[in-house]
């Protein structure tokens, strides 16, 4: 991992090598971020560059055997704690430790490092629990970095999300930190700083992330998925700088396109008052599954919610994605405002309907119905 592989993130990068080109980094340094910033491959491009011999131009080089561990993370100087929790492999007797999990770790974190918490649980398959880095971690912790590093150079502990570390292994880590071991690095990548214990916090350089620059987001959007430029902007924008949330959003909004189309033949079937159109949606909507009518919902909802705001003449604020726009706006223009309150309530009442296991040709017949006269 070289700083390259971070998106964005300019200014913090340029500080973080100018830090290491002078000799001024301390022992320990917490980064602060939102989930999404980036500050995980951060710390390890960061540690990739204090470990190179050959770093220019202000990152590591890439290739050289030092860079090459840290690319494939197996650095036997790299060391890793994430909270972890008992699974039905690792059952509770074992007292999980992030060393029982490394393997899961690699192979998440080299397909994508910019993973959040939750995904982390569901690859563990712990999901429905929280994990913590409790204090047989705080005690492995102490006895790996009091070894001599490995490769005679220096030593690195990254911890992800010291917010998850518990009272005791939170003590143990501050005495580590009280008397740091000689050429050793603690970086912690923290959420949620305000939950880690002050006598941490205060003994750490800390690094705040700021949001992701569009222009490197939407860069990095584009080439991931296939999007046009202006469509990749517009979600790096709404994310809010986060590359893992503007990951979901756009994840979502594919699933949104798939109900386009009834939403198209219903809207059209009321407004040229063509009932063959609004049986058509109902027969097609009602051989769904509950959960996809249910989503279908849901869309028509928040599709009815961007054409009010379009309406009030704030387009800017009704986040439609770009694919929509033509659509939603067309619309727009075209409901009357008494519309909007009797569409919620008429999505609404087929929710409910949908939980109550009403049949499903009787929910849409009736949706279509109230649309029609409406409209
Ligand atoms: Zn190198």
Partial sequence: MQFAGVVGQRKIKRQLAAMADEGRVGHAILFCEEPGYGA???AIAFASYLSCPSKSGGDSCGTCPSCNKFRKLIHPDLHFAMPVS????ITADKKPVSDLFASEWREILTENC?????EWYEHIGIENKSGIIGVNEAALISRKLSLRSFEGGKKFLIIWLPERMNQEAANKLLKLLEEPPQETFIFLVSEAPERIISTIVSRCQIFKLSPTETEELSAELTEEFDITPEEARFWAGISGGSLSR???LIGESDKESEFFKPLATLLDGCASRDLMKIINFW???AQTGRERQRAFCE????FLRRALIIQAGTPEISNTPPAQKEFVTYWANR?????FIKGYDALNNALADIDRNVNSKYIFADLGNRFFLSL
Avoid: G, H, M, N
């Fill in 40 to 42: 995980l491959p951060l």
């Fill in 86 to 89: 008992s699974t039905k492999t």
């Fill in 114 to 118: 910019y993973l959040t918490e939750q």
């Fill in 246 to 248: 503007a990951r979901v």
């Fill in 283 to 285: 027969e097609e909507i």
């Fill in 299 to 302: 869309y028509t909802l928040e």
């Fill in 335 to 339: 409901l009357k405002p008494a519309f």
